[in-house]
């Protein structure tokens, strides 16, 4: 199951975006859409862990609302502070998971994703950061290291 | 109220929420901030004000469906992949100085 995963995946959503480009779900266009799918190369891919790969979906479509949000706060808020984090990859290893992960990062509005740092276990992360009060904040933070 | 005419009243407040996004995030492009600061803001313009005008496109003409739905998809997908693009340009553009 694991090594079919990949040919599953890309199969499906290949014909996926057939249906949507022809709009057309008549058999002999499902056929055509599946050859055609079939037939374009694919790239040679490791199996995939399936949980991993549900949980990187999951939280990808939970990155939307949470954009929204993060939209709303940085509009509303004052001049935000730049700075750079990092965060932990999921698996490096394979690119499907480096995908989600980088699609969720960027997605939101606060933090964009530069590269991948540590020999490909951390992202390095360019992020936004609201002042909380400006007497809080003398603003002698200075170019952050 | 009408089922029709409450599709009509959401699609022009979400294409006005939308265009409310794009300008909000055009405006800093014209200022000078750090390059990646507007990438920061023009993601909210691109990717979320689009997301929010196919969206109210999609309650206008939901005839065209299978093709506004591709047209998000591949919206979403492209700016956001875009986005991580630029960021990773500049960041090879900031070691080059470097020996």
Redesign the interface.
Known sequence: MRRLLPLLLTTAFRLA?W???T?DLSRLNLLIGLVVALLLPRAHSRPLPLRALLRALGRSLLA?PQ??LE?LR??VGRE?Q?EEISEATTDSTIPLLV?LD??RI??T??T????LEDGGRRY?I?A?RLRRSPAADPATGGPTP | MTLASFADHASLLLLGAGLLLWFWGTWPLLESRSYLSKLHALSVADTLGSVLMLLGLLLRIPGQWPLLVLALLALILWNTIFGYVLANCSLASRREPEP
């Open positions: 975006v249906c949507l480009l709009a939307v954009a929204y939209a940085l509009i935000p730049e995908f980088v699609f960027t997605l509005p606060f964009i994703v530069l590269g390095r360019h936004l």
